[in-house]
């Protein structure tokens, strides 16, 4: 079984694995979400999509909480989401989305991961037209009609329902968001993990040891804390 299968099963786990680092990552998205939607879930979709992932991630209600005051006080830290594009080794094409209070700083430690091991930081719009945005919920299938299901939520943004491992991932435009995540909340479908993906129209295959040189690049780039996300179209099946 080749090691990119593999790093896609352990990937979540493994970035996540520091919770101090996940909780700070969190608490800059809630921070962004208060920014530019306000500090009521009710009306903010984004912030919503945080908090759900504070609960995936096992953060404590009061971590949130505090997050939420500290996002509307003078105090308030202004973070800015920033894309990075460019290429790992061998070919394949990388977008990384950081949140960052400091993008000279970030930059920095971008443009020198990518040079260290192998890559290139490009200029903006030079990999991201090889992806789309995607929001995708995953559900529990416990007994649901799926049919009916994808029937009932098409007309709500539903655009691909597919399993994947136990659950059911539930895919959507990135434009149709708020409007999907309202639909399951009326429907009471509990949603385990909700993300913003940048899926690539294309994947490349590596042998082994190609794809370990692109896997080294994309850990030393998850273990900065201004990270946030990282897509790339290396394929990841096994």
């Known amino acids: 079984m080749g090691r990119a299968f593999e ?3 352990e990937r979540k786990m493994k970035r996540w694995a520091g919770m101090a680092k996940t909780f700070t990552r969190i608490g800059r998205e809630i921070a962004i979400a208060v920014r530019d939607g306000g500090p009521d879930p009710n009306y903010n979709s984004r912030l919503r999509l945080a908090i759900q992932n504070s609960r995936a991630a ?3 209600k009061a971590n949130v909480e505090n997050a939420i005051k500290k996002a509307i006080s003078k105090e308030a830290e202004n973070f800015d989401e920033v894309v990075y594009e460019g290429y790992a080794p061998h070919g394949i094409a990388v977008l990384v989305e950081t949140a960052t209070n400091n993008p000279t700083r970030t930059v920095a430690n971008v443009r020198h991961i990518f040079s260290k091991y192998g890559g290139a930081l490009g200029v903006s719009g030079s990999v991201d037209y090889m992806f789309t945005r995607k929001a995708v919920f995953k559900i529990k299938d416990e007994g649901l009609d799926l049919e009916s299901l994808e029937l009932d939520l098409i007309d ?3 655009s691909e329902l597919k ?3 136990d659950l059911v991932a539930l895919y959507c435009e990135f434009t149709d968001f708020g409007i999907l995540q309202k639909a399951l909340e009326e429907r009471n479908l509990e949603v385990q993990s909700a993300e ?3 899926i690539p129209g294309h994947a490349l295959k590596l042998n082994d040891e190609q794809a370990e040189d692109v896997i080294k690049l994309i850990e030393k780039m998850e273990d900065d804390e201004d990270v946030v996300n990282i897509f790339h179209n290396m394929d990841m099946s096994e």
Do not use: Q, S, T
Request: hydrophobic share 25%; net charge positive; charged share 35%.
């Open 196 to 198: 913003l993906m940048r």
């Open 163 to 165: 399993h994947e491992d």
């Open 58 to 60: 096992n953060m404590p």
């Open 7 to 9: 790093y896609r099963k």
């Open 156 to 158: 709500h943004g539903l």
